[in-house]
């Protein structure tokens, strides 16, 4: 797993990404990235910004997906807080 976070500092792309959040400017989005990709993203950018990150998805089944692969990365920094109320056809969407 680090050496996944070690490339992600030669990608220039990366890098300004992170100048962008240095910086406050804002929205920055990111889109296409998938499990481990997506966590090693976040785990990188915990690392450096030493800021929190807040992550909202569209059902608690990608969250779950993402909180376990977050715990690769940051086991005692991931926490799940579960929607309200559950709502069948959620489940049955997927």
């Not at 785990?43 to 030493?50: D, F, G, N, R, W």
């Not at 977050?70 to 579960?82: A, G, I, Y």
């Amino acid at each position: 797993m680090n050496l996944i976070l070690k490339e992600l500092e030669k990608s220039s792309k990366y890098n300004d990404f992170i100048k962008n959040l240095e910086n406050k400017k804002s929205p920055i989005a990111i889109s296409g990235l998938t499990g481990v990709a997506e966590a090693s993203i976040i785990a990188k950018c915990l690392e450096q910004t030493k800021r929190p990150i807040f992550i909202i998805t569209y059902n608690e089944i990608q969250a779950k997906q993402i909180l376990e692969d977050m715990q690769n990365f940051q086991k005692e920094r991931t926490v799940l807080f579960p929607k309200k109320e559950i709502v069948t056809y959620d489940y049955i969407a997927e």
